[in-house]
């Protein structure tokens, strides 16, 4: 079975912190994918990344960064974190055929 | 903009009832679309994919793909309660390069009453 894991379920920071959301996936997937989910508007890409040290922006990058310094582990960083950026953060790995999602990440920003 | 669309909802049904999920897609190029199910405070998990028009069959669900009038479907027979969720429909879409990548659908809520 694919296995995507996320660092945390969930998470409560405050207005200005750094935060780091890891994301785990065991099936050697060269692609892997950050969104975010919110009521009414869905699933929404953030960054994506098809092999180690590539990244490319999805449909709502600002605000964020990820960072893919190996093949199995991807990582979404909010810089500076807002209260608008409270969500449902989920990471996903695809194979040729298959997306596979994480448990997920509930954001709460105070 | 490439999108995908789906009936609004909510969407109720009796148990036993049968449910149809619809979807339509924007990129007439699409060659693969998926059905996930995500329950409240869950992730999305992969129930269906098809990749062919015409039907495909998994147990009580049933997928139909029409490539020409770019619409995808998910019937659900003998929907049962636990059938309640939230269906997303997801197209893989060109995304330039040798890159593709999944467009989701806002999903339907469907809710099956006993």
């Known amino acids: 079975d694919v296995k995507v894991t996320q660092s945390s379920r969930y998470l409560v920071k405050r207005t200005g912190e750094k935060v780091f959301l890891e994301c785990v996936q065991d099936m050697d997937h060269e692609n892997m994918f950050w969104y975010r989910q919110d009521p009414g508007l869905g699933l929404r890409l953030i960054y994506f990344?098809?092999?180690?040290?590539?990244?490319e922006k999805g449909d709502i990058p600002e605000g964020y960064s990820v960072s893919r310094e190996k093949k199995e582990r991807f990582s979404l960083i909010l810089e500076s974190a807002s209260t608008n950026q409270t969500s449902m953060y989920l990471c996903?790995?695809?194979?040729?055929?298959?997306?596979?999602f994480g448990p997920g990440t509930r954001l709460l920003v105070l | 903009q490439k999108e995908v669309e789906q009936n609004s909802g909510p969407l109720s049904v009796p148990e036993g009832a049968i449910a149809s999920l619809n979807c339509t897609y924007s990129d007439r190029g699409s060659q693969s679309f998926f059905w996930y199910r995500q329950y409240s405070g869950k992730s999305p998990e992969l129930i269906m994919s098809i990749y062919s028009n015409g039907d495909k069959e998994d147990g009580r669900f049933t997928a139909q793909l029409n490539k020409a009038s770019q619409y995808v479907s998910l019937l659900i027979r003998d929907s049962q309660p636990s059938d309640s969720a939230t269906y997303l429909c997801?197209?893989?879409?060109?995304?330039?390069?040798?890159?593709?990548?999944?467009?989701f659908g806002k999903g339907t809520l469907l809710t099956v009453n006993p």
């Open positions: 990344s098809y092999d180690v040290k590539m990244k």
């Open positions: 997801a197209v893989n879409m060109y995304s330039g390069g040798s890159n593709y990548k999944l467009t």
């Open positions: 996903a790995s695809r194979d040729d055929a298959t997306q596979y």
